[in-house]
């Protein structure tokens, strides 16, 4: 029976890392676009900053840029199994959530901020709610000894 049991776990780790490595995968897929287009390809996003003469200031851009890096590592070093990038990919989107709501109170010149709700940014932690706790579960279900 102990084989049994390791089996479900195994089954179990794998399912969760699996779950991890595509909501991890989407992630980074989704901030490499956007990177890829302000700085190589069209130069912006789906009209995410405004490209006015008055618009969006190359600090908040540059600023909006590191922090889609940083969560790109933290979640690339996640996905290969580091506990600890929890904390770097934690860090990033909550301060990339952060530069949103300075932006959409603070009359920074964004194009995203138009006709939204400002609860509307609280659905980018989502996602990583649901890679933590899928990296902090036990690795064994419960009722296995």
């Not at 102990?2 to 991890?20: E, G, Y």
Request: glycine share 10%; proline share 5%; hydrophobic share 50%.
């Amino acid at each position: 029976m102990p084989i049994l049991a390791t089996l479900a776990a195994n089954r179990f780790l794998l399912l969760r890392r699996m779950i991890i490595g595509v909501l991890a995968g989407l992630l980074i897929f989704y901030h490499l676009t956007v990177l890829y287009d302000l700085y190589l390809g069209v130069g912006n996003h789906e009209g995410l900053y405004d490209r006015t003469a008055n618009g969006t200031p190359k600090s908040y851009e540059y600023l909006q840029s590191a922090l889609r890096l940083i969560i790109i590592v933290g979640l690339t070093l996640v996905v290969c199994g580091f506990r600890r990038a929890l904390w770097v990919m934690w860090a990033g989107i909550s301060v990339l959530v952060a530069t949103h709501y300075w932006a959409h109170f603070g009359d920074i010149p964004v194009a995203f901020v138009e006709g939204r709700h400002p609860l509307s940014y609280l659905k980018g932690f989502i996602f990583p709610t649901v890679i933590t706790l899928l990296t902090l579960l036990p690795s064994r279900p419960g009722g296995h000894r």
